[in-house]
Structures are given as structure tokens and as C-alpha cells.
């Protein structure tokens, strides 16, 4: 994959150590390990504020995972694109159905190494179910979901167990979210 913050030199260790400190002073910890797998889906939840995107990219920079990330296409146009994906992100555009499962399925089988950072509910609005894309991604590529979260009202971060897709999405999206229950979002009615 591409260039981004997350190894580019000097850059990288400044705003590690800059995420560390932010982290600190308003008060975050960390719990849960760095994922040991080469290659994997992170899940971001609950995704309930533009919030949600600093304390990830600033987890990611503790936890030392280059992370790519999607979000709505929009955010890659004019002048902000290619910081945006230099940031590590991927532009969806949620109007089409155009087989971004399979174009993601491709770059994982095309790669090495890729963490790539999706949240089920794939807007901050409540919604009331997940999307399924996050789960045919990880399936379809035969890589683990990282169980990642953001605790607004622990004010904790960080990883839980990683999950391997059975092929049963209604049974797996079961202990999935079992995992979540618990999480508070940063706008807890959102979080569904």
C-alpha cells in the first residue's frame, strides 16, 4: 500500500509521542494489545462523533499500526485530498453499490500487510443495524476483525480479542456486538 503519516519518518515519532501525551492529558488509557496478524479488519466502534476519528488516528499512533481507514468521498476532494489520504484514508462513495467489498478483498489479497479500520455502523447517525460490508471484507479475505474500541465514558481504548468469520453472519454479528454491548460512544443514543 501507499505512503502515509504512519511511516513517514520523523513525522511518525512526533506525532506518536504527541498522541501519547494528547491521550494522557485528557485522560485515556489504553487496554488491549496490538493485533498479532499481519493482515486484518479493524471494526471502530461506536461511531458516534468526528471525535471518533482523532482518538483512533491517535490510538494508531500509540499501538504503532499503520492504519487505512474509509470514509465518505467527499472528505477526499479539493484541497484536503491528499492530506486525507495521507492520513491513511480510502474514499467510499456510499451511493453506488460498486463492489467495494471485492475491491477491498482485492487489495488485502494484493498485500503483505493491511490493517484497515471499518465501522459497522458506517456513519455516525444511529442506525439501526450494522452493516454487513466490515464482515464479507474479513470472510472473503480469510483475514481476522480486530475488536477495536472508543469507552467515552471510561475514557479507555484500545483492543479486545481478535474474531475469525465463521461464514455465519447472523451467529457471528451476535458475539460480535456481545463485545460492544458495554461501550459507551462519545453520543451514547447513536450507538445502537
Same mark, same amino acid.
Given at each position: ?54 482518538? %483512533? ?5 500509540? /499501538?504503532?499500526? @499503520? =492504519?487505512?481507514?474509509? *470514509? ?5 476532494? $479539493? ?65 481476522? %476483525? ?5 469507552? /467515552?465514558?471510561? @475514557? =479507555?481504548?484500545?483492543? *479486545? ?5 465463521? $461464514? ?25
Amino acid at each position: 500500500m501507499r505512503r502515509t503519516i504512519f511511516d513517514t519518518p520523523v513525522i511518525n515519532h512526533c506525532f506518536r509521542l504527541l498522541s501519547q501525551i494528547g491521550l494522557k492529558l485528557f485522560g485515556w488509557k489504553l487496554e488491549g494489545q496490538r493485533p498479532d496478524a499481519r493482515k486484518y479488519v479493524i471494526i471502530a466502534a461506536p461511531h458516534t462523533s468526528n471525535w471518533d476519528f482523532i482518538f %483512533i488516528i491517535a490510538f494508531a499512533f500509540t /499501538f504503532r499500526i @499503520k =492504519v487505512f481507514w474509509m *470514509g465518505k468521498n467527499t472528505l477526499f476532494k $479539493g484541497p484536503f485530498g491528499s492530506v486525507m489520504r495521507w492520513l491513511g484514508g480510502i474514499p467510499v462513495d456510499r451511493n453506488k453499490a460498486n463492489g467495494l467489498v471485492q475491491q477491498v478483498v482485492d487489495t488485502f489479497n494484493s498485500c503483505t500487510e493491511l490493517a484497515v479500520a471499518i465501522p459497522p455502523e458506517g456513519t455516525r447517525s444511529k442506525v439501526r443495524q450494522w452493516k454487513s460490508g466490515f464482515y464479507h471484507v474479513a470472510h472473503s479475505a480469510g483475514v481476522p %476483525i480486530a475488536l477495536s474500541f472508543l469507552d /467515552f465514558k471510561k @475514557k =479507555v481504548g484500545g483492543f *479486545g480479542p481478535m474474531f475469525s468469520p465463521t $461464514g455465519d453472519y447472523e451467529a457471528d454479528l451476535i458475539k460480535i456486538q456481545d463485545f460492544y454491548k458495554d461501550m459507551t460512544g462519545k453520543h451514547p443514543r447513536k450507538f445502537a
